[in-house]
Nanobody, 123 residues
Framework: QVQLVESGGGLVQAGDSLRLSCVASGRTFSNYIMGWFRQAPGKEREFVAAITRGSMTNYADSVKGRFTISRDNAKNTVYLQMNSLKPEDTAVYYC?????????????????WGQGTQVTVSS
């Protein structure tokens, strides 16, 4: 019912920046909390950032001050600007949508997921 497509990943050096994009289709985009999660090899998928319809944001402690989440409801798109990247940021990054009731920081409560985009940070 909702399709999410991520893009913008790649291979960068420590200290560089990337901007990820996620385009949604199939439902009214503005009714969802949008989140970004990431999963490194051999590890559990973890919360990175989330944004409400009113652009209120939440971040994991590990990315505060470096990452910025934003959304453009007219374009059905959510972004993740990643600055000062570190090797420990290397992971597959997933876009996700959470419908009411909202539980932005609980992975299993998100209703829809994208296919993921790879981010690799070299040292």
């Amino acid at each position: 019912q909702v399709q999410l497509v991520e893009s913008g990943g790649g291979l960068v050096q420590a200290g560089d920046s990337l901007r990820l994009s996620c385009v949604a289709s199939g439902r009214t985009f503005s009714n969802y909390i949008m989140g970004w999660f990431r999963q490194a090899p051999g590890k559990e998928r973890e919360f990175v950032a989330a944004i409400t319809r009113g652009s209120m944001t939440n971040y994991a402690d590990s990315v505060k001050g470096r990452f910025t989440i934003s959304r453009d409801n007219a374009k059905n798109t959510v972004y993740l600007q990643m600055n000062s990247l570190k090797p420990e940021d290397t992971a597959v990054y997933y876009c996700a949508a959470d419908s009411p009731p909202y539980n932005y920081d609980i992975l299993t409560e998100y209703d829809y997921w994208g296919q993921g985009t790879q981010v690799t940070v070299s040292s």
